[in-house]
């Protein structure tokens, strides 16, 4: 009886031992769970954080570029585009009679065969535009980026071109002509003469 005993309390004490190493094992584990968890709330809470002030800040602090627009062949008399960013749009055949672009990103766009006659584009930058057979009469061009514009075939009777740039801007001989006779000023941006940009005499 009292070895039965015996090997009922060494039994038990087993028991007990192997459920307190147990429970000495799973501690440090239970630990680095909630530990871990901890960490993934805070960084998750961290996360939004910053992505809210990540939204906040573009949607306040900067103007989303424009997507490139078509007005090809439209009728868009005095219309206001002053200060916009219109890169890569297209006005091709577009009536924009008395319009106003002053101040407007133009890099890349087409105005082919565009009516630009007495449009304002006083300070605007046309870098790289088309302008081929567009009517730029009595057009404001006054300090105007037009480096490395297309204008062939363009007409800019009355112009206004004071300290327009034309740096490696295309242009008919004739227009280039004209242009030399209405040439003065320097360009704010680029600090170039208009006159040395036409090659003038």
Not at 31 to 58: N, P, R
Not at 85 to 103: E, V
Request: glycine residues 8%; hydrophobic residues 40%.
């Amino acid at each position: 009886m009292n070895s039965v005993n015996s090997r009922l309390s060494d039994a038990c004490g087993g028991l007990r031992l192997r459920t307190a190493d147990s429970t000495l094992d799973s501690s440090p584990t239970k630990l680095g769970l909630k530990y871990q968890m901890k960490h993934q709330v805070w960084a998750s809470i961290l996360g939004l954080f910053l992505w809210g002030i990540v939204g906040i800040t573009a949607t306040v602090g900067f103007t989303p570029t424009a997507l490139a627009l078509e007005y090809n062949k439209e009728i868009l008399v005095e219309a206001d585009f002053s200060g916009r960013d219109l890169t890569d749009s297209s006005f091709t055949k577009a009536n924009l009679r008395q319009s106003n672009f002053s101040h407007a990103k133009l890099n890349g766009v087409s105005f082919f065969a565009a009516n630009l006659e007495s449009a304002n584009l006083e300070g605007s930058d046309l870098r790289n535009a088309t302008l081929d057979s567009a009517r730029l009469v009595r057009a404001n061009l006054t300090n105007a980026l037009l480096e490395g514009a297309f204008a062939a075939n363009a007409r800019f009777d009355g112009a206004i071109i004071d300290g327009a740039d034309f740096t490696d801007t295309l242009l008919r001989p004739d227009e280039q002509k004209k242009l030399c006779k209405l040439a003065k000023g320097t360009n704010p941006v680029t600090g170039r003469d208009t006159r040395d940009t036409l090659f003038c005499p």
